[in-house]
C-alpha cells in the first residue's frame, strides 16, 4: 500500500496534538551571546610564553560564561510558554546573514543571568581554551572527519586522552563524541563480554548482570536497554542510593558477571551517589564498579578528579565515564580505564564504532580546559564557596553546585520559571518526561562565574515564589523506567 507524504504529515501532527494535551511538547527558546565577552586575547597575552597561563582570579571574560541575552519575541514565547522551534529570530535580511549575525526581529534584548547551565567553573569562555580552539583550527582546520578507527584519531586526540587518564589516575581512556555515547559505548561493550566468552549467545546465567541506580542518567538507561535487547546483559534496578536494597539483589543474584553502575553526582538532584558504601559493597560482592561522573569532574577533588577523588576511592572506581561539555566548558565524552577495557571497548562499542570523532579545534580546547581546571584551583574553591553562600541565604540543606527546587506540581514549576525569568535570571522549569509527574522542580545550578551579589539577588528572587521551607531536597522515591 502506497503512503503519501501528507498522510505523514496529519499522522506528525495528531502526535504533536497529543504531546501538547499531555503538556510535554518541548521548546528551543534562543540566546543572543554578548559581543566581544570571550573576544580572543590580545597578541602579547597570546605568545607561546603565555598560553599556559594561570590566572589567579575571576576575569571579565568569565561573565560571559553566566551572562547571555534574549530577544523580546523569544521573552514573550517562554513567558506564555508558547511553544517554539528556535525560529523567533529568523525574519533577518541577506546583509544581516552574510555577517552570520542573527539580529532580534524588534532590536530589544533581555539580558538574564544564567543559573540553568553546566559549564560549572566557566571555562567556556577563557582565553587560553579559545585560543587553543583557534590556533588548531587556524592550522588544521576541522582535522580528518572520519571515525576514530579509520582516519579521526590524531595525536591532539591522544594528547587529550593522556590528560583525562591521569586526571582519573587511570591507565588509558578513550575519547568519545559525547558523553551520552560513552555511556552506550561501555553498556554495549560489557554485554558483548558475554557474548564473546559464551562464544554465541549466553543463556541467562552468563550474561551480564548489570545493577543500575534507580535515577540514573537517559543515557545509562539506553544503554542498558540496548544490551539487554541484544540477549547479552540483564538488568536491575535498585532503589536510589538504597544499598540494602542493593545488597541484597547482589546476594540473590547467581549470575557471575555482574557490573554496578551509578551517577557519582545525579545530575537532577543535586545529591552524591554512597561512594563509600558502593566500595565497601564492592569489596564484599567483587562486581565491576563503573560512575558516570559527568558532574563532579573538575569540580570535586583537591585536583578536580571528581567524586572518587573526592571520597577518596579512585582506586576502588574501575571504570570512570564523563563528559567535557559541563565543567570543562567544551564537548565530547570520554571513558577512563585500563588498556584492556579500553581495546575492548573501541572494538564492541556500537556509538563509539560508528561516529566521526570530535573536531581537532574541539579536542585542543578540551585539552587546554583540562590545564587550566588544574592550575586554576580558585575555581573549584569559588563554586564551593557559592554552594556554601546558598546555605546561608536559604537555610536549604543542599549538597552541591547542582540544586534541585522540588516544588511539585508542573503549573508550580512553570509558574516560578515565568517569575525568575521576569526578573532576569534564566532557570527553565524541569518537568515529565525529564523527571516523574508531581516532583516538577526548579533545577538551579551554580558557577565559579557566579558571584555573591548574584546569589543574593537569586535569593530573593527565590523566595517570592517558592517556600524553602516547604520544598524537598530530592525525591528518592522517584524512578526510572528500564
Known sequence: MEVNGGAWDLWVEEALSKLQSLNVLRSLRPIHLL????????????????????????????????????????????????????????????????????????????????????????????????????EAAQEHGMGPRGSALICGYTTYHRLLESSLADLKRKEDCLLCPTGFSANMAFMTAVGNVG??????????DYRVAIFSDALNHASIIDGIRLAERQGNAVAFVYRHADMCHLDALLSSCPMKKRVVVTDSLFSMDGDFAPMTELVKLRKKHGFLFVIDDAHATFVCGKNGGGAAEMFNCEADVDICIGTLSKAAGCHGGFIACSKKWKLLIQSRGRSFIFSTSSPVPVAAAAHAAVNVAKNETWRRSAIWKRVQEFRDLTGFPVESHIISLIVGSENKALQASRHLLKLGFHITAIRPPTVPAHSCRLRVTLSAAHTKDDLKRLTNALSQCVDFQKIQVFNSNCYSKL
Do not use: C, Q
Open 35 to 134: 559581543a566581544g565577552a570571550a573576544r580572543r586575547s590580545t597578541s602579547a597575552e597570546n605568545s607561546p610564553s603565555n598560553l599556559n597561563r594561570v590566572f589567579d582570579g575571576p576575569n571579565k571574560w568569565d561573565r560571559a560564561s553566566v551572562e547571555v541575552e534574549i530577544s523580546e519575541s523569544t521573552f514573550r514565547k517562554w513567558l506564555h510558554d508558547v511553544p517554539s522551534s528556535g525560529d523567533d529570530n529568523d525574519v533577518v535580511d541577506d546583509d544581516v546573514r552574510a555577517n552570520d549575525k542573527a539580529e532580534p526581529i524588534d532590536g530589544k534584548l533581555r539580558k538574564l543571568i544564567v543559573f540553568s547551565g553546566n559549564d560549572y567553573l566557566g571555562l567556556s569562555s577563557h582565553p587560553m581554551v579559545s585560543n587553543a580552539a583557534i
Open 195 to 204: 557474548l564473546l566468552v559464551a562464544g554465541g549467545k549466553p543463556s541467562k
